[in-house]
């Protein structure tokens, strides 16, 4: 079946710094969608990328997803405190049938502590 | 504002015990899933529903069994719990618009531990 492989499984960071989560996937994507779940929380949606090559941001965040669609990555500029939780990638497939009811494979996320 | 709502925020049961955990909706939304939390695992798929009374398995369906007979509401039943089903359940939902399907929208998790 689909898997979906995120890393690192954990990152620790000084406020400031840099952070970058990578997600793989063992088939090509019709679309990516990337989730933060704060601790104690519940997943939120952040973006969602679908063509080949597309690169999108949101402040400090930028997602790219790679040429063959079997990639993604999620890049934070000067990490805040504010940016603690976990992220993870989730790759949407359609079947042989062309149908998927939206069904999401999800990576296994990754823990962002930034310490100020 | 989509709003998502489970019925339980912590449930704690015996081995053995059968187990209905609730969610509800409230926009309308076609496609409803059960995911199971664990550390380092992610989210697991355990069933989803495209439509009412329309239920497909997920990657982890053994031990679960779904119902869904009005749009807004999808159950999780465990027919006879077992400690290895301790874990964090989310529910969540999502629209199908142009034959295209959005994000997932969560509720906030029932903490279930089985004893």
């Known amino acids: 079946g689909q898997q979906v492989m995120q890393i690192p499984q954990y990152q620790h960071v000084q406020e400031g710094e840099d952070f970058t989560t990578y997600c793989n996937s063992s088939?090509?994507?019709?679309?990516i969608q990337w989730y933060k779940q704060r601790p104690g929380g519940h997943p939120v949606f952040l973006i969602q990328?679908?063509?080949?090559?597309e690169v999108k941001k949101q402040k400090r965040l930028t997602f790219q997803f790679g040429e063959a669609k079997k990639n993604s990555s999620l890049h934070i500029t000067a990490t805040q405190t504010t940016d603690v939780g976990t992220y993870f990638c989730?790759?949407?497939?359609?079947?042989?049938?062309?149908?998927?009811?939206?069904?999401?494979?999800f990576g296994q996320g990754t823990i962002l502590t930034v310490h100020p | 504002d989509v709003k998502v709502t489970q019925s339980s925020r912590y449930l704690v049961k015996r081995t053995g015990e059968k187990v209905f955990l609730e969610c509800v909706q409230d926009?309308?939304?076609?496609?409803m899933f059960w995911y199971r939390q664990d550390p380092g695992l992610g989210l697991r798929l355990i069933y989803f529903?495209?439509?009412?009374?329309?239920?497909e398995k997920g990657d982890i369906p053994e031990g679960y069994s779904v119902s869904r007979e009005k749009k807004e509401r999808f159950s999780l039943i465990l027919e006879s719990a077992s400690t290895n089903q301790t874990s964090m359940y989310l529910c969540?939902?999502?629209?199908?618009?142009?034959?295209?399907?959005?994000?997932?929208?969560f509720g906030p998790g029932t903490r279930l531990t089985v004893l």
């Open positions: 088939t090509t994507l019709s679309n």
């Open positions: 529903s495209y439509d009412v009374k329309m239920k």
């Open positions: 926009m309308d939304h076609e496609n």
């Open positions: 989730a790759g949407h497939v359609w079947d042989a049938g062309g149908t998927s009811y939206g069904k999401l494979t």
């Open positions: 990328l679908v063509k080949s090559g």
């Open positions: 969540a939902s999502s629209s199908r618009e142009g034959g295209s399907y959005n994000e997932q929208f």
